[in-house]
């Protein structure tokens, strides 16, 4: 313990002379040692105020529309002091007197038959027979098959058995060729149709 005491001690003198010979060596000069003290008048602080945002305009109020009150039309009847219309009634019209409904034909009457053949409107014509033939004297009948079509045309003819002279066969086709028909009807329907047209030749 002493010996901590003994050099505390002696630090504390050694810091002592220390300090004397600074002193000397630079002394304190009180004047040189005065600081200056500058007071500057400071502006007012510089208020900066926020801009308050402008709220947005307050939309105007919707005026209320009157209401438009539509009253039921009381009927004439029911209004008081209301005279009572009289509609007048339609003129009524006179009855008709009941249409005698037509008698309709007859199915007898009105299609005699199912089916029918075409048929000749007219006997044709014989045409004249060369002296050449006429002198052979044949005796004979041709028998033609005649197509007619609905509309009652002609359409061609062949021959379905032979008088036995070609002459007079030729003769026959010319004569079935030149003829009318009415068409062959099918249910009451005109149709194309097929006849016999027979000629018969006789030698003179």
Same mark, same amino acid.
């Given at each position: 313990?002493? @010996?901590?005491?003994?050099?505390?001690? %002696?630090?504390?003198?050694f810091l002592h002379v220390l300090a004397a010979l600074f002193l000397e060596h !630079?002394?304190? +000069?009180? @004047?040189?040692?005065? /600081?200056?003290?500058?007071?500057?008048a400071l502006p007012r602080p510089l208020t900066i105020a926020?801009?308050?945002p402008t709220p947005p305009p307050t939309p105007p109020t919707p005026r209320a529309q009157p209401r438009l009150h539509t009253a039921a039309a009381t009927p004439l009847s029911k209004r008081?002091?209301? @005279?009572? /219309?009289?509609?007048a009634a339609p003129p009524t019209a006179a009855p008709r007197p009941p249409s005698t409904p037509r008698p309709s034909?007859?199915?007898?009457?009105?299609?005699?038959?199912?089916s029918t053949p075409p048929r000749m409107l007219a006997?044709?014509?014989a045409p004249p027979i060369d002296p050449a033939t006429r002198a052979q004297r044949t005796t004979g009948t041709s028998t033609i098959a005649v197509a007619v079509d609905a509309l009652g045309v002609f359409r061609n003819a062949t021959i379905q058995s032979s008088s036995? !002279? /070609?002459?007079? +066969?030729v003769l026959a086709l010319q004569m079935a060729k030149n003829a009318e028909y009415a068409a062959a009807t099918r +249910?009451?329907?005109?149709? %194309?149709?097929?006849?016999?047209? @027979?000629?018969k030749f006789q030698a003179w």
């Amino acid at each position: 313990m002493s @010996r901590y005491l003994w050099w505390a001690l %002696a630090l504390s003198l050694f810091l002592h002379v220390l300090a004397a010979l600074f002193l000397e060596h !630079n002394p304190l +000069d009180l @004047r040189s040692g005065v /600081a200056r003290i500058t007071v500057q008048a400071l502006p007012r602080p510089l208020t900066i105020a926020r801009e308050t945002p402008t709220p947005p305009p307050t939309p105007p109020t919707p005026r209320a529309q009157p209401r438009l009150h539509t009253a039921a039309a009381t009927p004439l009847s029911k209004r008081p002091g209301a @005279r009572h /219309a009289v509609a007048a009634a339609p003129p009524t019209a006179a009855p008709r007197p009941p249409s005698t409904p037509r008698p309709s034909p007859s199915p007898a009457l009105a299609c005699i038959a199912t089916s029918t053949p075409p048929r000749m409107l007219a006997e044709p014509t014989a045409p004249p027979i060369d002296p050449a033939t006429r002198a052979q004297r044949t005796t004979g009948t041709s028998t033609i098959a005649v197509a007619v079509d609905a509309l009652g045309v002609f359409r061609n003819a062949t021959i379905q058995s032979s008088s036995g !002279n /070609a002459a007079l +066969d030729v003769l026959a086709l010319q004569m079935a060729k030149n003829a009318e028909y009415a068409a062959a009807t099918r +249910d009451c329907r005109a149709v %194309a149709g097929t006849m016999l047209f @027979r000629v018969k030749f006789q030698a003179w």
